[in-house]
Nanobody, 127 residues
Framework: QVQLVDSGGGLVQAGGSLRLSCAASGLPFSSYAMGWFRQAPGKEREFVAGISKSGSGTHYADSVKGRFTISRDNAKNTVYLQMNSLKPEDAAVYYC????????????????????WGQGTQVTVSS
């Protein structure tokens, strides 16, 4: 069956960095666009970053532009989220998600477009 395994979360001081990983199995990874979402306590799950299935297209939430970078390695069936200059407001559970898409460049930003989800990894940022 399809599995997305998120990892790499942890506790970091404000201004620090973390790299999240999401390892996919049970699906043709290169046929899926991938996204990262996050959910803080009491808030809706929100889009953070996405990458097209070819890797040629990326999209970021305004709140993370210039600080976060999404990338993928189709040979390893893995998507990454490099998070730099972390702020306390970045603290949340981060989820990766997979979107089966026909497009090589489109990145979806809405939750309903994604077919599979990881279990989440906690990111805590101390001030």
């Amino acid at each position: 069956q399809v599995q997305l395994v998120d990892s790499g979360g942890g506790l970091v001081q404000a201004g620090g960095s973390l790299r999240l990983s999401c390892a996919a199995s049970g699906l043709p990874f290169s046929s899926y666009a991938m996204g990262w979402f996050r959910q803080a306590p009491g808030k809706e799950r929100e889009f953070v970053a996405g990458i097209s299935k070819s890797g040629s297209g990326t999209h970021y939430a305004d709140s993370v532009k210039g600080r976060f970078t999404i990338s993928r390695d189709n040979a390893k069936n893995t998507v990454y989220l490099q998070m730099n200059s972390l702020k306390p407001e970045d603290a949340a559970v981060y989820y990766c998600a997979a979107d089966r898409t026909w497009s090589a460049v489109v990145v979806q930003t809405t939750r309903n477009e994604y077919d599979y989800w990881g279990q989440g990894t906690q990111v805590t940022v101390s001030s």
